[in-house]
């Protein structure tokens, strides 16, 4: 499939760039950041993305959705990403959306999936109990108890958690922490007895949240794919959740490199823009052709996901790594030809920053995903 949006993807870009650019400017996060708001977005403009379909791209129309598949969900990101858009988008509408649509039964597809759409649901995924991200060494124990299990353990780095409905957790329901097998997914009431959730201000202006599971009761109703085999349903969640990761990063680079080139543009020194200095014409150069490189690799894997879901892998992670380091790059142009006031916290680049710092390093850094791609072609 050639690497281009197609007409209607194309349509949903632009609407999607001017709302943002009008309703949700980083002056919007700026506001959110100064105030310490303890939510971290606007549930007013969650509702209104969800009325133009946003909440529900992954929703089939039966439920409620709008259906545009990853590749349309990836345009939104892409478009988030540029303007620092917070919001649930990514837990709930990519990971959660996902985790449902491919993987619960019928009974929670048709009572969840709805509410997501309708913008009336935020869902979170818990996966994550150490500093770097390593799903198969979930260590949280979900432990056999009549009819039911008892999770006990911790999650960190939830986004969205501490505003979450339900979570979406990993669990260890057999095998030793660093297997594949024996890892299970609970979907659970945030609110239930034993659930203990602490809000964690992120250096993004984001929020996330450290949960404590003390015998938290489940059932096998709550569980999302496969008893002791959930692995397979982890992989694809959080493949999905790379690939959005990689178009937010994507835009966010984009996003940064636009306002470098106009800053090189009007910044004059000795007389001249310092734009017109071939030291720095090289600089752009080359960060421009590796932001074509990450915004092709992120297409790539939105596009597999939608065609052949469970081949996607190799192509997300590739997706991750690059949008990841290209990304990074950008922002730390940006920050060195912007001179001195790139380094203030009143211009906008640094946000940039570290909005892409923490992305980077959500569902796995470069050094993850080039280890993954290697074990996935065997090495």
């Known amino acids: 499939m050639p690497l281009v949006l197609t007409e209607e993807q194309e349509m949903l870009r632009d609407a999607a760039r001017g709302f943002l650019e009008a309703k949700a400017p980083v002056s919007a996060l700026r506001k959110l950041r100064d105030a310490r708001d303890e939510v971290g977005f606007s549930r007013d403009l969650w509702k209104e993305m969800a009325e133009m379909g946003w909440a529900g791209v992954l929703v089939e129309e039966a439920f409620g959705g709008s259906d545009f598949g990853f590749a349309g969900a990836g345009v939104l990101a892409e478009e988030m990403g540029r303007t620092l858009t917070a919001s649930p988008f990514l837990s709930t509408s990519i990971l959660a959306a996902t985790a449902l649509k491919k993987y619960a039964c019928e009974a929670h597809r048709q ?8 913008g009336d649901l935020v869902m979170a995924l818990a996966v994550d109990e150490k500093n770097k991200h390593a799903p198969a060494k979930t260590a949280l124990r979900a432990e056999k108890s009549g009819n039911a299990f008892r999770l006990s353990g911790e ?5 969205d958690g501490h505003v979450a ?5 990993a669990a260890r329901t057999a095998g030793a922490p660093g297997e594949e097998a024996g890892i299970t997914l609970f979907l659970v009431d945030a609110q239930a007895k034993g659930v203990a959730r602490e809000r964690t201000i992120m250096v993004d202006s984001r929020n996330a949240a450290r949960v404590r599971f003390d015998g938290v009761e489940a059932t096998g109703d709550d569980v999302v794919g496969e008893i002791d085999g959930g692995w397979r349903a982890l992989e694809g969640v959080l493949n999905a959740g790379r690939a959005g990761l990689a178009a ?7 996003r940064a490199f636009e306002m470098t080139v106009g800053y090189l543009k009007e910044r004059t020194q000795f007389g001249r823009p310092i734009g017109a200095f071939q030291a720095l014409q090289h600089r752009a150069a080359h960060l421009y052709c590796e932001l074509e490189l990450a915004r092709s690799a992120a297409l790539k894997a939105l596009q597999v996901l939608d065609e052949s879901f469970e081949a996607a892998g190799a192509f997300c992670s590739l997706a991750k790594a690059k949008a990841g380091a290209v990304a990074r790059l950008a922002s730390q142009e940006a920050i060195q030809m ?8 009143e211009h906008d680049i640094g946000l940039y920053m570290k909005r892409i710092r923490v992305a980077q390093e959500m569902f796995g850094d470069p050094a993850f995903h080039a280890d993954r791609i290697a074990r996935l072609r065997g090495y």
Request: avoid cysteine; hydrophobic fraction near 40%; charged fraction near 20%.
């Open 111 to 118: 009572e969840y999936l709805p509410k997501i759409a309708a």
């Open 155 to 159: 999650k960190t780095f939830v986004a």
């Open 165 to 169: 409905d339900k979570l979406i957790v």
């Open 248 to 254: 937010e990063m994507s835009g966010s680079a984009q």
């Open 338 to 345: 912007h001179g001195g006031i790139g380094m203030t916290d």
